[in-house]
């Protein structure tokens, strides 16, 4: 555990993670943890009626809180938890979106954009793509995304896999990480990429973050109870944070 607070915390109703919210909870507890934050992927209201097969259905909302306000009461005297969704920043959705969550006590959300727009009508941003134009609308909407006020942080802010000119990326990744720090907006060191060895968290990336300054969140994005007490992945995440000296963020976001 590198830092005492973890954000970034999934359930099954996202369709591809495992195990019970109270098994989320007891494995923060015996991991260390004094804040765990649930931020399960946040459902879409689609008006042409399509079905997501990796976020939480918007009927799934009501239960989602019930079961978490439900949890926080209960582990009140042995862990802090925070309710709220990993979302994308899609402009077109927003506003249903808002009337979807407007009756529950939403605590925060968590910008983690996974594509460029609406899921079924755009690229997954995880599949290695040359395209210059998709790279740069990429920082654009994350950009616009922060400047909404919404997020409490960007998760894996380089999920995106480009294999296109090194040189453009690091223009481009240079403009994000700018303006992501004049912004004191936090960036994610993603430990389940880290613990599976996905493209990220990125020393290209990283390499840029740490020119540029800016302040930085280890996030689980555990999938799994086990993964809130996976040593080896926190081990290896420690490794690539002290191979680029970066800063952490020394207290938590919410509190």
Known sequence: MLQPF???THTFRCRHAEGEDREYVEAAIKAGYKILGFSDHCPWVYEDGFVSTMRMAPGDVEGYFHSLETLRDEYKNEIQIFIGFESEYVPELMEGQD?????FPLDYMILGQHFLGQEHKSVYLGAPLRNDEILHRYVDTVI???KTGKYLYVAHPDVIHFIGSEKYYETEMTRLCTFLM????PIEINQLGAADGRQYPSDRFFQIAKKIGNTCIVGIDAHAPHQLLNK????????FIQ???LPL?????LS
């Not at 004049?182 to 907006?185: L, R, S, T």
């Open 144 to 146: 616009e995304g922060v």
């Open 182 to 185: 004049e912004a004191d907006m």
């Open 232 to 239: 080896r992945g926190s081990a290896i995440t420690e490794e």
């Open 249 to 253: 963020l020394q207290a938590p976001p």
């Open 99 to 103: 009337r979807l969550l407007s009756d």
């Open 6 to 8: 973890n954000y970034h």
């Open 243 to 245: 191979k680029h000296s």
